[in-house]
């Protein structure tokens, strides 16, 4: 990997500006590889650099990827004027680094949501013709059953024109609940379909996208780094 500048490494994590970095070396309180780090423009590579500051290493890795409990009342964006976004629930450092959601979660959705900032990965893992699987649970008012197993299968087409692919629908318990597969992610889809079927959506929660399934011991709000397995399989895009 290329050898980036020790100023730029220590900056790019978000907890200093570049200005702050160059005091940090100038007081000796950098070390690199067990090291006091003597200039700020000496490169490294991020991959293999072991990286300190007063004492505590710092994770200089490229990019960050993070599995979100999404709670019901946030917007998946970045920002927004008027209300708040899934970044609020993170802290400074991390809103420094450009992290966006892959993908979007409604309003009052809650469920598995991943953070980037890596946008290769995150146009992979939306791109249509990757057709990464994503699983919902909804209760519904009504009760679905194999004819609607059915229409989902065999691929709608909306009041509006609005064309979807197949997708799976197992019916859970009474009926009242199910669990739903897309391939897409088109605008409300899960919604708009079961409505479509006389079934109108009272909750929904995504559980899992493509091999990331949601952490039962993360609460709403809560989140955590995806492990380096989880990562890779995401490449895999198994």
Partial sequence: MALERLDKLLASTGHWSRREVKDLVRQGRVLADGRPAARPEDKFDPERVRLSVDGREVDCAPFVYLMLHKPAGLLSA???????????????????????????????????????????????????NKHVDKV?????????????????????????????????????????????????????????????????????????MGPIRLDPALGPGEWRPLTQEEVAALRRGQ
């Fill in 78 to 128: 970045t920002e927004d004027r008027n209300q708040k976004t899934v970044l609020d629930l993170l802290p400074e450092h991390l809103r420094r680094r450009g992290l966006f959601p892959v993908g979007r979660l409604d309003k009052d959705t809650e469920g598995l949501l991943l953070l980037t900032d890596d946008g290769p990965l995150g146009h992979d893992l939306l791109a249509p």
């Fill in 136 to 208: 919902y649970y909804a209760q519904v008012d009504g009760t679905v059953d194999a004819s609607d197993a059915e229409a989902l299968a065999q691929g709608m087409v909306l009041g509006d024109g609005l064309a979807c692919l197949p997708a799976g629908l197992e019916p859970l318990g009474d009926g009242s609940e199910c669990l739903v597969t897309l391939r897409e992610g088109k605008y409300h889809q899960v919604k708009r379909m079961l409505a479509a079927r006389g079934k109108p959506v009272r909750y929904l929660k995504r559980l899992s």
